[in-house]
């Protein structure tokens, strides 16, 4: 199983412990291994925003699958997420 990294900026309210908790939280229902995840908070034009960076032990589509969970995991009851620019293993997509 390959190592890759996952990295995105999340436009969203909730601070970065709540991100790590639900990214680790969604490592088991997509089948994935988090070798890390880093959060660092970022000025954007519209406010805060989270630039997020983990690695993870799976295939690009775990990848993607894993990046799923964890936004729905993230938008909850109360809040939203949204991803404003994804990369994995090098390839950029842009929401």
């Known amino acids: ?10 436009d969203s309210p909730i601070d970065t412990q709540e991100v790590r908790e639900a990214a680790f939280t969604v490592e088991r229902r ?8 880093h959060v660092d908070i970022q000025e954007g034009p519209s406010g805060e925003m989270q630039f997020v960076q ?3 032990l799976c295939t690009p589509a775990e ?18 997420a949204e991803l404003i620019t994804v990369r994995i293993d090098g390839m ?3 929401a």
């Open 63 to 80: 990848a993607y699958e894993w990046l799923t969970h964890l936004l729905s995991e993230l938008e909850g009851e109360d809040g939203y």
């Open 30 to 37: 997509a089948e994935v291994m988090l070798a890390g995840v």
């Open 92 to 94: 950029e997509f842009q």
């Open 54 to 56: 983990a690695e993870l």
């Open 1 to 10: 199983m390959p190592l890759l990294e996952a990295a995105f900026v999340l």
